[in-house]
């Protein structure tokens, strides 16, 4: 079990010191010096059982016997166990102080650990991976350890309480606030983050038909900042790690921004799937977690025809760049047998009162039905 902790060492110390995080982290016996040896005594623990550390404000979490995760809290003096993994947990990653993935050796046909972790392209291990988050105490399945690696040496922070609005709509959406789950069956048009991103877009502006902007930038704290700070909040941004044209990469929404750096709303961005967060990156946070910055949706600078009556209650207009429908109230002058003051139309009609001309409401047509 410590052969196989010895492997990661390295990894987990070069994490610890790009992340630059508060956590303080060992891979061997040593780090049970840290430990109260009545507290160890109680739990009938030796130093050889202790494999991994970190602290966290005036809790502890430790590895114990290569299986058990306890939270030690400083103030109480206590210990209790919070996580138990059904295979030996070979390394142990900090998360800027939000939490830890551990990483446990794969199981071979059996259900028994191989004697060593198996190493595949990337930073991808062939084994199992969990989640713990240290403010709920709640456990979650790492589908992505490739993007949880990175994530943790960017030290983006959490904004869990953030809130604004853009365009007259709050974020965060009331279905949708950090630390719920994104459900790919809610956008048809896509899944994931970009799916996510799509209807965040979509809710905010009406609309996702808008043409690409792309930029091609390779990430630069100073290429970031330029690009950013002229983009329009609710702007969707797409990045990669792979190339300035690479299909792959990750998709979210821009929500504020200030001299230094930038707030978006985003999922699937930290390896647990579809995890919804609001996160704050400085301009080389942000370079160092995003390599290439591709492409944006920005909110269409609206182009509109005139007026056409849409039925016996309502008129409608078209943006002639994205396909946005605005849709009215017909209305006269005074009540009664007349023409719409807005488009024309002849009927029975209400008068002014009560009308904010031209009364528009928003509306994408291929989500909306006016029948």
């Given at each position: 079990?410590?052969?196989?902790?010895?492997?990661?060492?390295?990894?987990?110390?070069?994490?610890?010191?790009?992340?630059?995080?508060?956590?303080?982290?060992?891979?061997?016996?040593?780090?049970?010096?840290?430990?109260?040896?009545?507290?160890?005594?109680?739990?009938?623990?030796?130093?050889?059982?202790?494999?991994?550390?970190?602290?966290?404000?005036?809790?502890?979490?430790?590895?114990?016997?290569?299986?058990?995760?306890?939270?030690?809290?400083?103030?109480?003096?206590?210990?209790?166990?919070?996580?138990?993994?059904?295979?030996?947990?070979?390394?142990?990653?900090?998360?800027?102080?939000?939490?830890?993935?551990?990483?446990?050796?794969?199981?071979?046909?059996?259900?028994?650990?191989?004697?060593?972790?198996?190493?595949?392209?990337?930073?991808?291990?062939?084994?199992?991976?969990?989640?713990?988050?240290?403010?709920?105490?709640?456990?979650?399945?790492?589908?992505?350890?490739?993007?949880?690696?990175?994530?943790?040496?960017?030290?983006?922070?959490?904004?869990?309480?953030?809130?604004?609005?853009?365009?007259?709509?709050?974020?965060?959406?009331?279905?949708?606030?950090?630390?719920?789950?994104?459900?790919?069956?809610?956008?048809?048009?896509?899944?994931?983050?970009?799916?996510?991103?799509?209807?965040?877009?979509?809710?905010?502006?009406?609309?996702?038909?808008?043409?690409?902007?792309?930029?091609?930038?390779?990430?630069?704290?100073?290429?970031?900042?330029?690009?950013?700070?002229?983009?329009?909040?609710?702007?969707?941004?797409?990045?990669?790690?792979?190339?300035?044209?690479?299909?792959?990469?990750?998709?979210?929404?821009?929500?504020?921004?200030?001299?230094?750096?930038?707030?978006?709303?985003?999922?699937?961005?930290?390896?647990?799937?579809?995890?919804?967060?609001?996160?704050?990156?400085?301009?080389?946070?942000?370079?160092?977690?995003?390599?290439?910055?591709?492409?944006?949706?920005?909110?269409?600078?609206?182009?509109?025809?005139?007026?056409?009556?849409?039925?016996?209650?309502?008129?409608?207009?078209?943006?002639?760049?994205?396909?946005?429908?605005?849709?009215g109230s017909h209305y006269?002058?005074?009540?009664?047998?007349?023409?719409?003051?807005?488009?024309?139309?002849y009927g029975t009609l209400?008068?002014?009162?009560?009308?904010?001309?031209?009364?528009?409401?928003?509306?994408?047509?291929?989500?909306?039905?006016?029948?």
């Amino acid at each position: 079990m410590k052969k196989l902790f010895r492997i990661f060492v390295c990894i987990g110390l070069v994490l610890a010191a790009l992340a630059q995080s508060f956590y303080a982290v060992s891979k061997d016996a040593s780090s049970a010096s840290q430990l109260p040896k009545e507290m160890m005594k109680e739990l009938e623990l030796t130093e050889a059982d202790i494999s991994g550390l970190c602290v966290r404000d005036e809790q502890t979490f430790f590895v114990a016997e290569g299986k058990t995760v306890f939270c030690y809290n400083q103030a109480s003096r206590t210990a209790v166990p919070v996580f138990e993994s059904d295979a030996p947990i070979d390394y142990y990653v900090p998360y800027a102080g939000r939490g830890v993935m551990l990483g446990a050796a794969p199981l071979d046909e059996s259900g028994q650990p191989y004697e060593t972790p198996v190493y595949k392209e990337g930073l991808t291990w062939n084994g199992q991976y969990t989640y713990y988050e240290f403010a709920t105490g709640e456990t979650y399945p790492v589908e992505n350890p490739d993007r949880f690696l990175l994530s943790a040496t960017v030290n983006a922070v959490s904004k869990p309480n953030f809130k604004t609005t853009i365009n007259g709509k709050a974020i965060p959406h009331s279905k949708y606030p950090p630390g719920s789950f994104f459900n790919n069956d809610d956008w048809a048009g896509g899944d994931e983050c970009h799916g996510f991103a799509l209807l965040i877009f979509n809710y905010l502006f009406g609309t996702t038909n808008v043409p690409e902007t792309w930029h091609r930038v390779t990430s630069t704290a100073s290429s970031i900042k330029s690009v950013c700070q002229n983009l329009p909040l609710g702007s969707l941004i797409r990045t990669s790690n792979e190339s300035v044209t690479s299909g792959d990469g990750h998709s979210m929404i821009l929500v504020g921004k200030d001299a230094n750096g930038i707030t978006v709303y985003h999922a699937n961005a930290h390896g647990v799937y579809n995890r919804v967060d609001i996160d704050y990156y400085t301009w080389s946070e942000f370079a160092s977690g995003y390599k290439y910055f591709r492409y944006t949706y920005q909110p269409c600078t609206h182009s509109y025809t005139a007026w056409t009556s849409y039925s016996s209650t309502q008129h409608k207009r078209t943006c002639s760049k994205c396909g946005n429908v605005q849709y009215g109230s017909h209305y006269g002058t005074t009540a009664g047998l007349g023409r719409c003051v807005v488009c024309k139309y002849y009927g029975t009609l209400p008068g002014p009162v009560g009308i904010t001309p031209p009364n528009v409401v928003d509306c994408c047509p291929e989500h909306f039905d006016h029948s």
